[in-house]
Nanobody
Framework: QVQLVESGGGLVQPGGSLRLSCTAS????????MGWYRQAPGKERELVAV???????NYADSVKGRFTLSRDNAKNTVTLQMNSLKPEDTAVYYC???????????????WGQGTQVTVSS
């Protein structure tokens, strides 16, 4: 079994910073896509930032210049550094990864349990 474990999140004032981390654990052979999505109340889940299988980093236009996605391949971990946070960044943030495990012959699309980020004064 492979699972995604998220940490970080919480309440922060506008202009503040938060850091989210996500670690994939289990019998992992390979991860080809990994990153973060978010879902605000009444809205659809949307991409925030992701490392693609082609080695690129894609960001939502709304977070470019404010959020930075980094990774530690040895630890199967991605970290989302969020700066200059705005109230509209308030959402549940979900980690997502496409993972190949020793028990499968295809990449599984996995999601974390979600972590709340609230930006409010």
């Amino acid at each position: 079994q492979v699972q995604l474990v998220e940490s970080g999140g919480g309440l922060v004032q506008p202009g503040g910073s938060l850091r989210l981390s996500c670690t994939a654990s289990g019998s992992i052979v390979s991860i080809n896509v990994m990153g973060w999505y978010r879902q605000a109340p009444g809205k659809e889940r949307e991409l925030v930032a992701v490392f693609t299988s082609g080695g690129r980093t894609n960001y939502a236009d709304s977070v470019k210049g404010r959020f930075t996605l980094s990774r530690d391949n040895a630890k199967n971990t991605v970290t989302l550094q969020m700066n200059s946070l705005k109230p509209e960044d308030t959402a549940v943030y979900y980690c997502n990864a496409n993972v190949l495990s020793y028990y499968d012959n295809y990449y599984r699309d996995l999601w974390g349990q979600g972590t709340q980020v609230t930006v409010s004064s």
